[in-house]
Structures are given as structure tokens and as C-alpha cells.
């Protein structure tokens, strides 16, 4: 089976933009989960998706947001970006909704950098 | 809320030695998954180990393996034979009901 996917890999904006990435889980998949990766914070939970459903959103501000699609791809969003939106933000997907602690497989990471 | 941390931000290996990392957690769940995940150079993560938490038994997989102390909420990886292979960034992870959540990493060098 094909790996999550992630795209783009590696994206530039200025701040006051808006930028969406996208994620493809790996074939049967129906959970995704975002995080956002920075040096000074670590990895951050910022939201997961079961069949189009948010299921749970970690403490990041409303400017950051998401959304699934009936094959299970999923897209996230932040608008108005700060300096601070700067980071490595990772997707991963997992098989089923069941209690949601199954193992979860990750992308190789979208690199924003904020200019 | 949980919490996850993981004490030594730096570990060195000479290769083909054995090299412990450490992990503590804090859960007021009875009902968890542990896992160790891998960030190589290229920051691809990859999973190392899981461990549910109603299994007594410790996890193993080939070289890895954790003790896992559930009393003691501790969560430990330990690599056996180090290879080069091996260097990256290492981080713990808990998983209840509501979100996975790390530790802050261990980068482990391997020492040829």
C-alpha cells in the first residue's frame, strides 16, 4: 500500500496569506489527524477527522481549520499567518474510528515557512 | 490532561552497544496505548514500538523493545546492537480517548 501523502512539501507565503495543504491517508483509512511541529513546542495536536467528522481539535486558534472528504482526504487551512505559523505540519492517518488509539501512520510533512 | 515527558533530550551510543530511552507519563485512563515513533534526518515518522496498556507483557520488536511499567507510568525503549541506521529523533507517545500526545524527543546519536 501506497504511504500518506502530503502536499505540498515544502510552501512559502507571506503574513496576512491564507494557505491550505492537503493530505491523502493510505488506502482504507478513514481517520486523519494534523499536528504542527516547531522547535520551541514540540509536536503539537491540532485536529482529527473520522468520516468527515471533526472528532477532536487540540488549542490552536480559530484561524487554523479543517475539513475531510467522503474518500478520506483531508485539508486543513490557516488564515491571516503569522511568523509563528512557521513549522513542519505532519498528517497521519489510522484504519478505523474505534476508540481512535490505533496506530497511527504518518506523511512526510508539509514545511510552511512564514515570511 | 496527559502529559508525556521525556528526560534526556540528548543520547549517544557507540555501535553496536545497547541504549535506553526514557519515557514517563501522566493518565488518569485505565484504557491507553503507548508507542515509540522515529524521526530520521529526512523527518519522515516512522513507528518503532507499540504497547497496549492492558497487555502485561512487554513489547518487542526485533531490536527494540520496551519495559513498561504501568504502575510506575513509565515507558521506556531499549536498542539493542545500535546501528548507524538508528540515529534520529526518538519520541514517546500516549493515546487515550482523545488525542496522541509526545514527548518533546530524544535525539540519539550512534558513535561508529
Known amino acids: 500500500k501506497a504511504g500518506v501523502t502530503q502536499t505540498p512539501r515544502y510552501l512559502i507565503k507571506t503574513r496576512g496569506q491564507q494557505v491550505t495543504l492537503s493530505c491523502s491517508p493510505i488506502s482504507g483509512h478513514r481517520s486523519v489527524s494534523w499536528y504542527q511541529q516547531t522547535p520551541g513546542q514540540g509536536l503539537q495536536f491540532l485536529f482529527e477527522y473520522f468520516s468527515e467528522t471533526q472528532r477532536n481539535k487540540g488549542n490552536f486558534p480559530g484561524r487554523f481549520s479543517g475539513r475531510q472528504f467522503s474518500n478520506s482526504r483531508s485539508e486543513m487551512n490557516v488564515s491571516t499567518l503569522e511568523l509563528g505559523d512557521s513549522a513542519l505540519y505532519l498528517c497521519?492517518?489510522?484504519?478505523?474510528?474505534?476508540?481512535?488509539?490505533?496506530?497511527?501512520?504518518f506523511g512526510p510533512g508539509t514545511r510552511l515557512l512564514v515570511l | 490532561a496527559q502529559t508525556v515527558t521525556q528526560s534526556q533530550p540528548e543520547m549517544s551510543v557507540q555501535e553496536a552497544e545497547t541504549v535506553t530511552l526514557s519515557c514517563t507519563y501522566d493518565t488518569s485512563e485505565s484504557d491507553y496505548y503507548l508507542f515509540w515513533y522515529k524521526q530520521p534526518p529526512s523527518r519522515q515518522m516512522i513507528l518503532v514500538i507499540r504497547q497496549e496498556a492492558y497487555k502485561q507483557q512487554n513489547a518487542t520488536e526485533n531490536r527494540f523493545s520496551v519495559n513498561f511499567q504501568k504502575a510506575a507510568k513509565s515507558f521506556s525503549l531499549k536498542i539493542s546492537d545500535s546501528q548507524l541506521g538508528d540515529a534520529a529523533m526518538y519520541f514517546c507517545?500516549?493515546?487515550?480517548?482523545?488525542?496522541?500526545?509526545f514527548g518533546q524527543g530524544t535525539r540519539l546519536t550512534i558513535n561508529p
Open positions: 497521519a492517518s489510522s484504519s478505523s474510528g474505534a476508540g481512535g488509539r490505533e496506530t497511527q501512520y
Open positions: 507517545a500516549y493515546r487515550g480517548a482523545q488525542k496522541l500526545v
